[in-house]
C-alpha cells in the first residue's frame, strides 16, 4: 500500500537546505511600520474596511473578502492607520497595489479571540470562518482555502486527503520547519480539514530529504490514521499533480481539477493556520518565512504580514558581500524582486538573496537544436520545443494545442536546455497574452452589446416619438429647428457659465453650432 | 537597494551546445584512429582539411549574416560537420572534394536554410550525397585496408602528394579496391553466393577487413555518446534494429543470395550513421516514439538500397529521406500529456 | 455515339438535381462571414473606418466596399488578422482613418461639466452616465476610447486619459529573444 508512482520527466536540483534549516524559526521582530497589501491571494482583492486615522488591532479585519474567491486581510499588530494607498508590493512588475499601512503601536493588543468546536459547526459556517480569517494556500499560490473546502459538485466522495510537505525547490526550507516544530498543530489542522471533506485516506507527502519532519510528523500522526509518505527528493514532487501520481498514480485530467479524481491538496502551513484560526480564533497575520542565501545568518523566521522584507533580512544580519538578485520564492519557479523595500505576503515562502555563485550566469540564447532534453525533464510530459516554436511565433492557438496551459512553469525545460531558450519565459508570456487577448474579446462583445442595445432604444424611443406626435394631431411643419434652439439656448448660458473657469483663449471658442444643433436635433427633435 | 531583474528559473545546468558537440568530437575519435590505422594518414589529412574549410565557410557566412562570431563558432557545430563529412570519405579524396563537400554542406545545407538548428537535412549527408553523385568515380576510389594482403604503408608526404598532386599514381600503383560491401553487390550480380563471395580476402571476421575495426571504434565512442545523454539511444537502436530485422527475414528465406543480418549491422557506416549521423537532432524526429520510427526507417531503407538500390551503401540516402518525413512523425508520435485519457 | 448523348445527359441531370439539392439542404443561414469580420473588429463603434459603427464596416467588408486597413483602433493585430479570415495581404494601417493609439478611455472632468447630456447622446455605447444639469460622469469599464464625446462638449471637459499598467493588467514580456547580442551589455550594466 505504501508504494509510490513516479512522475515523468524532472530533475535533481541542488539543495542547499542545510544553510536555514539549522536554527529554529526566530519569532519576526516588530517593525515600527507595517503595510499589508489587500491582495495577498488569487481572486478578487479585498475591499479596505479601514481609513487612514482609524485605530486597529491585531488581529482586526482590514480588508474584506470580495465575491467567492477572494479572503480577508488583517491587521498583523495594533496601531494606526497611517495610509490606504498604493504601494511597492512584491511582484515581478515591480509596480505598486492597494495597501493599508499600519503605525504599530507597539502593544500588540489582540481583538476579542473567539476559538470554536469545529465539530460543532455547520460545514459552510466553518468554510466562511476560514474565510473571513484570511485562510489561503501558503505553499506560495495563495488560493483561497474555503473554495478548496466545498466539494460539493465535484466528486461524491473524497477519496485522499492530501498534505504537501515536499517542498521540492532548493534553498527553501519553512515547511521543513514547520513541521519539526508545529507537528501536533499541523495535525490539529488535519482534523478540521478531514471533519469537513471526511476523505477516505489523509496522506502527508514529504520529500526523504527531511528526516526530522518525517520523524515529527509520524509522531503526530501516530493513532489518527494520517499517513506519512516519503516521497523521493526529486524536484518538482511538491507540484500538486505530480505529487498526486506520486501518491496514488492518479492525474488530474487536462483541464479539470484534481476533485474530480477525488483527491485533494493542502499545504502543511496550511493546515497550521487553519488550526490557529478555528481553534484559536486568530485569522491569518503571519507566515514563516525562508530567509536564505547570502544572509549573514539563514534561518526561518515567522514573520507578520506587511514587515518589510528589509527589515527580515536586517534580523538575518544583512546581507553578505556579492548579492546580485533577491528572489522571492525558491530557485526554481520564483521571481527576482527589484528592490527590499516590500512587505511580506501570504504568499512569501522564502526569501533568497543571491549572488552569482548560487545562480549559474545567464548565458545568450542559441537556437534550438531540438535534442529533446526539454521534453525528456518535463513532468507534464509536454513537448516543450513544440511550444517554444509555437509562443515565439506567437501562434497561440498552436501553442494551445500542445496544451500550453497544462505547463506548470516548473523551470525544468529550461534548467536544462543545452541553448539556454528561457523556455519558461516564453510560456508565461503566450499564456498572458491569451488571457489579455480573452479580456479583449469579453470587452469587445460587451461593448458590441451595448452598441446593439442604445441602437433598439434610439429605435423604441423614436417610434414612440411618432406614436405621440400622430396622436396630438395637426402634424406640425418642421419642429425640428425650434426645439432644437430651446434646447441650445440653456447650453450657452451654462457654457457662459462655465468658461471664467477654464483658459479663455479664443482658439478654444465652442464647437460651430450647427453641428451640436443638427445632433440634438437629430436625438430630441 | 537595486537588484538584477531576471526570470526563473535562477538555476541553470552546466550545459551547452558547444559541449553537446564536443562530446560528438570526442566519441568519433575511436573510429577515427581505427579508420587512420587502416587507412593510413589520409583520412587525418581530411579531417584537418576538412575543419579548415568548415570554420573557413562558417566564419565567412556568419559575417556575411551579421551574426556574433564568437558565439556561433564556439558552438563547433561546424566541426562535428566537418568530421562527419571527412569520416565518411576515401582515405586519398582529392583535396578539392573535400573542399568542395564541406563547403556546400556548410553554406548551403545549412546556412541557406537559416543556420544551426533550421537545415530540414543533415548538411555533411548532403555534402556527401552531392559529391557521390557529381563524382562517382573520386568517390568510390578507396584504398585497401592496410593488412589486408597489401603491406604498404604510405608516408605522410606520400599521402599529401596524392591529395593534393593527383591520384594518378595511387591507381597505378594497384593501391585500390572494391570496398567489401562493392564486392558483395558486384559479385551477388554474377551469380556467386555469399559463402563463396565470403572466401575473398578483403572481407574479416564479421565483415569488411579493416572496416569491422572502424566499426568497433564507432560502437564505442557511440555507446558513450549515448551514456552521456549526447545522443538518444531511440535512434541507433531503432537504426540498427530496424536494419537488423529486415536483413534477418531475407537472410532466412534465401541466406545464398541475402548477406547475414550481423554483416549487414557491421558494415559500411551502419555503425556510425547509427550513432553519429542519425543522431543529429537538428534533423531528426524528436518525439520519443518518434526517434524509434525515424530510425527504424533509417535502417530498412539501408537495407534496400544495399540490396536492390544502385548505390553499395545507402547511409545518407536514407537518413535524408528520413530528414523529410521527420516532423510527419512528430506530428503523429506526440507523448501523451499529463491528465490525458487514454492513447 | 446516340448511347454516348444520353448516358452524358442523363449523368448531366443526375448531377444537376444532386447540385440543386444540396443547395436547398445545405443552405447557409445569414451572412456568416460579416459575423466572422465582426467579431475581429474591436467594437469601439468610433466611426474612423467611415462606417457607422462596427458592423456596418464589417458588412462593407464583406460586400468588397471597403478595405480591410481602415481600423485604428484594431491596429496592425486587426488588419493581419482580418487578412489572414480573408485570405489576403496585410497592409499598412490607412493613415486617412488615423493612427493606432495606445489604449486610451474619456474622463470627464467634474468641475467643469455644466451637464448638457450632448456627450451622453453622443457616446455609442452608453457608457456616460448623469442627467440634464447634472454632472456626467464615465464608466471607464464601459468606455471604447472612441472619442466621440469630445466633439460634443461644448466646454471641452472631456479629456482622453491612457489606460495605466496596473499589477492586474501587466503581463510578461516577450523574452529578449534569441538576441545574442544582448548579453554582453546587459553583463556590463550589472
Redesign the interface.
Known amino acids: 500500500m505504501n508504494s509510490l508512482f513516479p512522475?515523468?520527466g524532472g530533475l535533481k536540483?541542488?539543495r542547499h537546505k542545510a544553510e536555514s534549516n539549522q536554527r529554529p524559526i526566530a519569532s519576526g521582530i516588530l517593525p515600527k511600520r507595517l503595510v499589508v497589501p489587500l491582495h495577498q491571494h488569487i481572486g478578487a482583492i479585498a475591499k479596505p474596511l479601514v481609513q487612514p486615522g482609524d485605530r486597529v488591532l491585531k488581529g482586526q479585519r482590514i480588508g474584506q473578502a470580495d465575491g467567492y474567491i477572494s479572503a480577508a486581510v488583517h491587521a498583523p499588530t495594533s496601531g494606526v492607520v497611517t495610509a490606504v494607498d498604493q504601494q511597492a508590493v512584491p511582484h515581478?512588475s515591480?509596480l505598486t497595489d492597494l495597501c493599508v499601512s499600519i503605525e504599530a503601536d507597539g502593544e500588540n493588543r489582540w481583538i476579542e479571540r473567539e476559538p470554536v468546536d469545529y465539530r460543532r459547526l455547520h460545514p459552510s459556517d466553518l468554510r466562511n470562518l476560514a474565510r473571513s480569517a484570511g485562510v489561503v494556500g501558503l505553499g506560495g499560490a495563495g488560493f483561497p482555502s474555503a473554495v478548496k473546502l466545498n466539494l460539493s459538485g465535484h466528486c461524491e466522495r473524497l477519496e485522499q486527503l492530501i498534505l504537501n510537505g515536499a517542498e521540492c525547490e532548493?534553498w527553501m526550507t519553512c515547511d521543513d520547519m514547520i513541521m519539526r516544530e508545529r507537528a501536533d498543530e499541523i495535525v490539529a489542522g488535519i482534523h478540521i480539514l478531514a471533519h469537513l471533506l471526511e476523505p477516505r485516506d489523509v496522506l502527508i507527502g514529504i520529500e526523504d530529504d527531511k528526516p526530522e519532519a518525517i520523524a515529527a510528523m509520524t509522531v503526530a500522526c501516530a493513532g489518527t490514521g494520517y499517513q506519512v509518505r516519503p516521497v523521493p527528493t526529486h524536484y518538482p514532487s511538491g507540484g500538486v499533480?505530480q505529487l498526486t501520481?506520486l501518491l496514488t498514480n492518479k492525474?488530474?485530467?487536462?483541464n479539470?481539477r484534481s476533485t474530480d479524481i477525488g483527491v485533494q491538496c493542502f499545504n502543511v502551513a496550511t493546515a497550521y493556520t487553519l488550526h490557529r484560526a478555528i481553534n484559536f480564533g486568530e485569522p491569518v497575520i503571519s507566515r514563516i518565512v525562508t530567509v536564505t542565501g547570502r544572509v549573514a545568518q539563514p534561518q526561518n523566521i515567522d514573520a507578520l504580514l506587511g514587515t518589510a522584507f528589509?527589515d527580515l533580512v536586517a534580523q538575518c544580519g544583512g546581507?553578505r558581500d556579492r548579492?546580485?538578485?533577491?528572489?522571492m520564492?525558491g530557485?526554481?519557479?520564483?521571481?527576482?524582486?527589484?528592490?527590499?523595500e516590500v512587505p511580506v505576503t501570504k504568499a512569501t515562502n522564502c526569501i533568497l538573496a543571491?549572488s552569482a555563485e548560487?545562480?549559474?550566469p545567464?548565458?545568450?540564447a542559441?537556437?534550438?537544436?531540438?535534442?529533446?532534453?526539454c521534453?525528456e525533464v518535463c513532468?507534464?510530459?509536454?513537448?516543450p520545443?513544440?511550444l517554444y516554436w509555437h509562443a515565439r511565433a506567437r501562434e497561440f492557438d498552436k501553442a494551445q494545442d500542445?496544451?500550453l496551459f497544462?505547463c506548470i512553469?516548473c523551470?525544468?525545460c529550461?534548467?536544462?536546455?543545452?541553448?539556454?531558450i528561457?523556455l519558461?519565459?516564453f510560456y508565461?508570456y503566450a499564456k498572458n497574452e491569451i488571457w489579455a487577448q480573452e479580456k479583449e474579446k469579453q470587452k469587445a462583445e460587451l461593448a458590441r452589446q451595448r452598441y446593439q442595445a442604445r441602437l433598439e432604444r434610439l429605435e423604441r424611443e423614436q417610434k414612440e416619438r411618432e406614436a405621440k406626435l400622430r396622436q396630438k394631431a395637426p402634424p406640425r411643419p418642421a419642429p425640428v429647428a425650434e426645439a432644437s434652439e430651446a434646447d441650445q439656448l440653456p447650453i450657452e448660458a451654462a457654457v457662459a457659465r462655465a468658461r471664467p473657469d477654464r483658459a479663455t483663449a479664443p482658439a478654444d471658442a465652442p464647437k460651430p453650432p450647427v453641428v451640436v444643433a443638427a445632433d440634438s436635433a437629430g436625438q430630441d427633435g | 537597494?537595486?537588484?538584477?531583474?531576471?526570470?526563473?528559473?535562477?538555476?541553470?545546468?552546466?550545459?551547452?551546445?558547444g559541449?553537446?558537440m564536443c562530446r560528438v568530437l570526442y566519441a568519433m575519435t575511436p573510429g577515427v584512429v581505427a579508420l587512420a590505422w587502416f587507412f593510413g594518414w589520409g583520412v587525418l589529412v581530411n579531417l584537418a582539411l576538412a575543419t579548415v574549410v568548415a570554420l573557413t565557410a562558417e566564419t565567412l557566412v556568419l559575417v556575411a549574416r551579421g551574426?556574433?562570431l564568437a558565439?556561433?563558432l564556439s558552438?563547433f557545430?561546424a566541426v562535428v560537420t566537418a568530421w562527419l563529412l571527412a569520416a565518411a570519405l576515401p582515405s586519398l579524396a582529392p583535396w578539392w572534394l573535400t573542399v568542395l563537400g564541406v563547403a556546400f554542406a556548410i553554406v548551403v545545407a545549412k546556412h541557406l536554410y537559416g543556420?544551426?538548428?533550421?537545415n530540414p537535412f543533415n548538411p555533411a549527408m548532403v555534402g556527401y550525397v552531392v559529391l557521390l553523385i557529381s563524382f562517382p568515380r573520386e568517390m568510390s576510389t578507396w584504398l585497401i585496408p592496410h593488412g589486408i594482403g597489401q603491406a604498404h604503408a604510405l608516408s605522410l608526404p606520400d599521402t599529401l602528394e596524392i591529395i593534393f598532386g593527383g591520384a594518378g599514381r595511387l591507381v597505378a600503383d594497384g593501391l585500390t579496391g572494391a570496398t567489401p560491401l562493392d564486392l558483395l553487390r558486384t559479385q551477388l550480380g554474377l551469380g556467386l553466393t555469399v559463402t563463396e563471395i565470403r572466401n575473398s580476402p578483403v572481407f574479416g571476421i564479421v565483415s569488411g577487413g579493416g572496416w569491422e575495426w572502424a566499426a568497433l571504434g564507432f560502437l564505442a565512442g557511440g555507446l558513450w555518446l549515448v551514456y552521456t545523454?549526447a545522443a538518444?539511444w531511440r535512434i541507433p537502436a531503432g537504426m540498427l534494429g530496424g536494419l537488423a530485422t529486415i536483413a534477418t527475414v531475407f537472410y532466412l528465406v534465401d541466406p545464398q543470395h541475402y548477406a547475414p543480418p550481423w554483416f549487414h549491422v557491421w558494415s559500411g557506416a551502419a555503425i556510425f550513421g547509427a550513432f553519429f549521423i542519425a543522431t543529429d537532432?537538428?534533423t531528426?524526429s524528436?518525439?520519443?516514439r518518434g526517434?524509434l520510427i525515424y530510425g527504424a526507417g533509417i535502417g530498412v531503407l539501408i537495407y534496400v538500397i544495399r540490396t536492390f538500390g544502385g548505390y553499395p551503401d545507402g547511409v545518407a540516402f536514407s537518413v535524408l529521406l528520413m530528414n523529410i518525413v521527420a516532423p510527419t512523425i512528430?506530428l503523429y508520435t506526440?507523448?501523451?500529456?499529463?491528465?490525458?485519457?487514454g492513447g | 455515339m446516340g448511347v454516348a448523348i444520353v448516358v452524358l445527359s442523363v449523368l448531366a441531370g443526375v448531377s444537376g438535381l444532386l447540385l440543386g439539392f444540396a443547395a436547398v439542404r445545405f443552405k447557409v443561414e445569414g451572412d456568416p462571414i460579416v459575423d466572422k469580420i465582426d467579431a475581429i473588429l474591436p467594437q469601439t463603434q468610433c466611426g474612423q473606418c467611415g462606417y457607422a459603427g462596427c458592423r456596418p464596416y464589417a458588412e462593407a467588408i464583406a460586400a468588397g466596399e471597403a478595405d480591410i486597413n481602415q481600423c485604428p483602433p484594431g491596429g496592425e493585430n486587426g488588419i493581419v488578422a482580418l487578412a489572414e479570415l480573408l485570405g489576403r495581404d496585410p497592409k499598412p494601417l490607412n493613415p486617412d482613418n488615423g493612427i493606432e493609439k495606445p489604449k486610451r478611455v474619456a474622463v470627464i472632468d467634474e468641475q467643469n461639466c455644466i451637464g448638457c447630456t450632448l456627450c451622453i447622446q453622443a457616446c455609442p455605447v452608453d457608457a456616460i452616465l448623469g442627467a440634464a444639469k447634472h454632472m456626467h460622469t464615465v464608466i471607464d469599464r464601459e468606455c471604447t476610447g472612441c472619442e466621440l464625446c469630445l466633439a460634443p462638449c461644448p466646454v471641452d471637459c472631456i479629456d482622453m486619459v491612457p489606460v495605466g499598467q496596473t499589477i492586474t493588467n501587466w503581463k510578461?514580456a516577450y523574452?529578449s529573444p534569441v538576441s545574442?547580442?544582448r548579453q554582453p551589455a546587459d553583463r556590463a550594466a550589472?
Open positions: 512522475f515523468h536540483t541542488v515581478p515591480g532548493p499533480k501520481k492525474e488530474a485530467p487536462l479539470g528589509a546581507y548579492v546580485e538578485r533577491l528572489i520564492g530557485p526554481m519557479m520564483g521571481f527576482a524582486l527589484h528592490g527590499d543571491a548560487e545562480l549559474a545567464e548565458q545568450p542559441m537556437p534550438c537544436i531540438r535534442c529533446g532534453a521534453a513532468p507534464a510530459d509536454l513537448l520545443q513544440q500542445y496544451h497544462s512553469e523551470g525544468c529550461s534548467t536544462v536546455c543545452p541553448s539556454h528561457p519558461v519565459q508565461r | 537597494m537595486r537588484f538584477r531583474i531576471a526570470t526563473s528559473p535562477h538555476i541553470l545546468r552546466d550545459t551547452s551546445v559541449q553537446v551574426k556574433p558565439l556561433h558552438d557545430s543556420g544551426l538548428g533550421y545523454r538518444d537532432p537538428v531528426a524528436t518525439t520519443p526517434r512528430d506526440q507523448p501523451r500529456v499529463f491528465g490525458a485519457r | 510578461w523574452p545574442e547580442a550589472a
